[in-house]
């Protein structure tokens, strides 16, 4: 097994390890890292629990090698929050009872601040059309869609 060594800015904070070649970013941010709030549920693309943000732009974990990251700025669930507060779309989740298990969540965070950086005021269609590639098997789609709303008007508000 042939391994190589990365640097990666994760959540702020610059990390360096050798890891296997073929490593997967999500098992390289769970296992390596032991940042365990990114989930991987279907492993193939097709879930998007495992999502989440490299140089600012969503990435299926799942899909990713970690050397393939060297020299990027991931952040992960656990990065969005400022101390002591929620990130909005957090904030907004949580008002707006958007999660169940809350397996899916993390990933449909990243997209959420993906679109909202893209589309400040996403209509019904834009924000079901954005995050079809999340899928919540507690099927809590609903309030998935007022939370992104309720988030939109909270990042307007500043
Ligand atoms: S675990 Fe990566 S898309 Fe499902
Ligand atoms: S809240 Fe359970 S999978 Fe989405």
Known sequence: MSTVEITVTVNGS?????????????????????????????????????????????????????????????????????????????????????????FCTPGFLASTIELLRENPDPSETEIREALHGNICRCTGYVNIVKAVRRAAELMRAG
Do not use: K, W, Y
């Open 14 to 102: 610059s990390r360096t390890r050798r890891v296997p070649d073929r490593l997967l970013l999500a098992d390289f941010l769970r296992h390596e890292l032991r940042l365990t709030g990114t989930h991987v549920g279907c492993g193939h693309g097709v879930c998007g629990a495992c999502t989440v943000l490299v140089d600012g732009a969503t990435m299926r974990s799942c899909l990713m090698l970690a050397v393939q990251a060297d020299g990027a700025s991931i952040t992960t669930v656990e990065g969005l929050a400022p101390p002591g507060g929620l990130h909005p779309v957090q904030q907004a989740f949580h008002e707006l009872h958007a999660l169940q298990c809350g």
